[in-house]
């Protein structure tokens, strides 16, 4: 399936106004704000925390990878200009413990 189509799939993030990456201290790594241009990351990442518990674990980032689908080639041939997938590829290279937490409006 590509992007847009698995887009159609997920759940609404019209609730939320962002959702942040933490590590194991909370501390906030990476943060998809509720904005044009980041609301498919949004909905992705979101769909993920509701699918995995909120844990980043490898079996999310491969599905996140597999939703993200024609994006991930190019995010691999130019890294930096999807910053959303890198940071899926990241944790695909070297694990850490990373958990996603949706921030409701």
Do not use: C
């Not at 993030?13 to 980041?38: E, F, T």
């Not at 844990?55 to 691999?76: I, N, P, S, Y």
């Amino acid at each position: 399936m590509d992007f847009k189509t698995t887009l159609a799939t997920l759940p609404s993030v019209d609730h939320l106004r962002g959702l942040d990456v933490v590590d194991a201290s909370g501390a906030v790594l990476h943060h998809i704000p509720h904005a044009p241009g980041k609301l498919g990351s949004l909905r992705i990442y979101h769909a993920l925390a509701q699918a995995f518990g909120g844990v980043l674990t490898a079996d999310a980032v491969a599905q996140g990878l597999a939703w993200f689908a024609e994006h991930v080639a190019d995010a691999q041939a130019h890294p930096g200009t999807h910053p959303n997938i890198d940071l899926l590829l990241a944790q695909q290279a070297a694990p850490k413990a990373w958990r996603l937490v949706s921030l409701p409006k």
